[in-house]
């Protein structure tokens, strides 16, 4: 395995934040979800495609705290620009689970891992 320094852990830049809106993907390659994620006033709402319709539904996800690297690049996948990278884990069967707070604890949108 690699290693990295902590300098360049830092730099990147993972936050939490709130979706707003989700909308279902069709013409991605991929079965995805369009998602606008709320990370306060700093960083505003940012969007974001993401293959998670395995255990989740565009309704399913307003209001769902999660997070994300919000310093990439964005990048165009297909008619759609994506601004940050949500962060998930694959479980068993390789489909992602999204990664965010522990449930009960009220994080502002925005809040940065530290």
């Not at 940012?46 to 307003?62: C, M, N, V």
């Not at 707070?101 to 994080?107: E, Q």
């Amino acid at each position: 395995m690699d290693t990295i320094s902590f300098e360049q852990f830092m730099a990147v830049d993972i936050r939490c934040g709130t979706v707003v809106d989700a909308q279902p993907f069709p013409e991605a390659r991929k079965p995805a979800i369009k998602l606008w994620v709320d990370f306060g006033a700093e960083i505003g709402v940012k969007k974001s495609s993401a293959q998670i319709t395995d255990h989740y539904t565009p309704e399913g996800l307003i209001g769902r705290k999660v997070m994300a690297v919000v310093n990439f690049p964005p990048r165009q996948i297909g008619p759609f620009m994506s601004e940050i990278l949500v962060l998930g884990f694959p479980d068993a069967d390789g489909a992602i689970v999204l990664a965010g707070p522990d449930k009960g604890f009220d994080l502002p949108d925005g809040a940065r891992l530290a």
